[in-house]
């Protein structure tokens, strides 16, 4: 009897590589970051909150990367599409208010596949966006 092949995703080995280097960024460029990496299916495989990192900004880490998964995309794409007056206005209060429509969430992609993505929040959204990029090119 065979058994079902699980959905590709991202290893633990993979995991730790998307956390240290994102970990570095945020050491270079001086900003504690809460870093959250989910599997394939969105769920949440490893966090790390830095020494000094904001406690509100563990569980906005986590949905960035949620939602990269669940819309197949970056967080970035969101933000302007989600503003007043956009095609989307109101889509963060969507999904139990899961939904983070700013920069910081990537998803991350092996052999043209999506594995997983990153979630990355405490500082500015460009930082945060920083910070998650490095972390996606571990991969």
């Not at 730790?16 to 504690?32: D, L, N, S, T």
Request: hydrophobic share 40%.
């Amino acid at each position: 009897m065979s058994h079902p092949v699980p959905r590709e995703t991202i290893t633990l080995d993979e995991v730790k590589q998307v956390i240290e280097a994102a970990e570095a960024k945020a050491r270079e460029i001086g900003q504690p970051m809460d870093i959250a990496v989910t599997d394939a299916g969105g769920h949440l495989k490893s966090h790390v909150r830095m020494d000094g990192a904001l406690i509100a900004s563990i569980s906005i880490s986590i949905n960035k990367a949620y939602t990269a998964i669940a819309f197949q995309q970056e967080t970035a794409n969101l933000q302007d599409v989600t503003c007043s007056g956009g095609d989307l206005h109101g889509l963060s209060d969507a999904h139990g208010g899961r939904l983070v429509v700013f920069p910081g969430g990537i998803p991350l992609i092996r052999d043209n596949e999506i594995i997983g993505a990153i979630g990355v929040s405490s500082g500015t959204i460009q930082q945060d966006q920083d910070v998650a990029a490095a972390g996606a090119a571990a991969i």
